[in-house]
């Protein structure tokens, strides 16, 4: 049973509300937070080199962060860590303002963790929810698909042992080949045969921890054929200092002001993978969602964070989808999963030596291939050639911004605004006729039905008459009535307008007026009863013989037939 506490202090600390931890349910949350500190330890130090963070702060990402969201949190089964995206984000920020694992470029990752965190902390206690709303399914999947591709071009130098800029610096055959000859051969094998092993360990789905098995079975591999002492690439000596929390060097305001942009997006991306799993872990626990938790949790896990020497954090969805099948029955799972991770930082890290970087880059590039669907591509376009234009814009300006790919991202939103503001602003007005099957009210011109009268002009708008709509409305009744010198009334069909404002009332006025010049008048059908009683609280009904309500599509036909 639940400890009972006041609601207000349950609110702050939802840990606990927890159910009274039981004998089987701590075995449960046991094995699952092993099993999901066997994927988080690799995950996090390959993350870390994504990022391009010293190794081991991968490990300060993975202890305190995971502590303080799952306290906080309403979802506190999350698989909380760094990630592949918000690691591309942050290495994507800094690249113009440091060298990748110098002290500059560590101290700015702490200041940018500080920043995503403090801008969650503010949008979780002023309950911006509905910033969520903004990333719409295309502008998320362009950016993540891009995002899945340059992450995976990243692991390339780790996999071959050249850097980009050496490819790119290619003029000439003589000049590729003499590269080719160079690339690291063994740490090609890893990576392949180490990508081999990751997809079909994924296909198998078993509940080993396969990751840390096959990273085992390369580091044992390496060990044995002295890959590292021979010159190749491998994870080396963690340098692991667990300290107390405390805040960075101050960069001065000018670098403070360059990273607002970029945490800002790092807030509201990496909250949008949060909101995935937090929804599926709700959904499957039949409970409620309280996304400005989240918010607050996830906040101050980034904040926690960059406090401990990390980097900004996020929710996994492949390790919360690990720990819900594994078993974990409370948020006393990602507690055991952030001990075994400590452990490990103390006294396990010497096991970790002789892995290959070539097998962590493999273990990455296997981990975001399920970010790349071609298909939903084909899919959206047959379904929205406009958003599937929207996805496609954010996906290649990601790309071409890159390392800014916060502009794919604000480039996506600007055109999904645009989209929204063009479909605001040119509202569906048709013409209705009686449907004989049922008797209801449909587009004369698409059923090909009769007027209901030939001295009324039957309009429906499906939109809110407001701003956006009331002048597109006014202007379609004034040019169909001057197409038709007989009409004497108006019918707006109003069951599907869902909001009315100044602007809106003003619009029917014209149109009541305009109507009453040709003796007719406006009739008003199926309007929603909070509009009609601002209607008639403002006198606009008070004349039957101007303005009429009439409250359902049977009433309407019946009385405008009889005109």
């Given at each position: 049973m639940p400890i009972h506490l006041p609601s207000s202090l349950r609110h702050l600390l939802p840990c606990l509300g927890w159910p009274r931890p039981t004998a089987q349910s701590l075995q449960q949350d046991v094995f699952a937070g092993m099993t999901v500190g066997l994927m988080l330890i690799p995950q996090a130090v390959a993350y870390a080199a994504l990022a391009g963070m010293p190794l081991e702060t991968g490990l300060y990402a993975a202890i305190v962060p995971l502590v303080v969201a799952t306290l906080l949190a309403s979802s506190p089964r999350l698989g909380v860590g760094p990630s592949a995206l918000t690691s591309l984000m942050v290495s994507s920020a800094l690249l113009p303002m440091a060298l990748p694992g110098s002290a500059d470029w560590i101290t700015l990752a702490v200041w940018l963790a500080l920043l995503a965190g403090l801008a969650q902390l503010?949008?979780?206690?002023?309950?911006?929810?509905?910033?969520?709303?903004?990333?719409?399914?295309?502008?998320?999947?362009?950016?993540?698909?891009?995002?899945?591709?340059?992450?995976?071009?990243?692991?390339?130098?780790?996999?071959?042992?050249?850097?980009?800029?050496?490819?790119?610096?290619?003029?000439?055959?003589?000049?590729?080949?003499?590269?080719?000859?160079?690339?690291?051969?063994?740490?090609?094998?890893?990576?392949?045969?180490?990508?081999?092993?990751f997809v079909l360990a994924r296909r198998l789905g078993s509940r080993i921890p396969s990751a840390m098995l096959i990273l085992a079975i390369g580091a044992v591999v390496s060990a044995w054929t002295d890959y590292g002492a021979r010159g190749g690439a491998v994870i080396g000596d963690l340098h692991v200092r667990l300290h107390a929390l405390a805040l960075p060097g101050w960069i001065g305001w000018p670098l403070l002001g360059q990273l607002l942009v970029p945490a800002l997006v790092i807030a509201l991306m990496s909250f949008v993978e949060v909101a995935a799993s937090a929804k599926k872990e709700h959904e499957r626990a039949g409970t409620n969602w309280v996304p400005h938790q989240d918010w607050i949790a996830q906040g101050m896990a980034k904040i926690g964070s960059g406090l401990s020497g990390g980097f900004a954090t996020s929710a996994s969805f492949s390790r919360s989808a690990v720990n819900l099948y594994a078993g974990a029955v409370s948020g006393w799972s990602v507690l055991f999963t952030s001990l075994f991770v400590l452990a490990t930082a103390l006294w396990l890290t010497p096991l970790l030596y002789h892995v290959p970087l070539a097998l962590l880059g493999a273990l990455v590039i296997t981990a975001v291939s399920n970010l790349l669907r071609p298909s939903w591509f084909r899919k959206l376009w047959a379904f929205s050639r406009t958003e599937m234009l929207i996805a496609l814009l954010t996906f290649t300006i990601t790309l071409l911004a890159s390392p800014r790919i916060y502009w794919g991202v604000l480039a996506g939103l600007l055109a999904n605004l645009a989209y929204f503001m063009y479909q605001r602003l040119h509202?569906?007005?048709?013409?209705?006729?009686?449907?004989?099957?049922?008797?209801?009210?449909?587009?004369?011109?698409?059923?090909?039905?009769?007027?209901?009268?030939?001295?009324?002009?039957?309009?429906?708008?499906?939109?809110?008459?407001?701003?956006?709509?009331?002048?597109?409305?006014?202007?379609?009744?004034?040019?169909?009535?001057?197409?038709?010198?007989?009409?004497?009334?108006?019918?707006?069909?109003?069951?599907?307008?869902?909001g009315l404002d100044a602007t809106g009332m003003e619009t029917l006025q014209h149109i009541r007026d305009r109507v009453q010049q040709r003796g007719g008048t406006l009739f008003l059908s199926g309007m929603k009863l909070p509009m009609e009683l601002r209607l008639r609280d403002s006198g606009f009904c008070n004349d039957p013989e101007r303005v009429r309500l009439l409250p359902t599509d049977a009433e309407t036909v019946q009385v405008l037939r009889q005109l």
């Open positions: 503010c949008m979780g206690l002023f309950r911006l929810d509905w910033l969520l709303n903004v990333v719409t399914s295309p502008v998320l999947n362009g950016f993540t698909q891009a995002g899945a591709l340059l992450i995976m071009a990243s692991q390339v130098p780790n996999i071959t042992g050249i850097a980009w800029q050496q490819w790119g610096a290619v003029t000439h055959f003589d000049a590729f080949l003499a590269l080719w000859l160079a690339m690291d051969t063994e740490g090609l094998q890893y990576g392949l045969i180490g990508i081999a092993a509202p569906r007005i048709i013409e209705v006729g009686v449907f004989p099957a049922d008797g209801r009210l449909r587009d004369r011109h698409l059923w090909e039905l009769s007027p209901l009268s030939e001295q009324v002009l039957s309009l429906r708008m499906d939109a809110p008459l407001d701003f956006a709509s009331a002048s597109v409305l006014e202007n379609r009744v004034v040019q169909l009535l001057e197409q038709r010198p007989q009409t004497r009334h108006v019918c707006l069909v109003a069951s599907s307008i869902t």
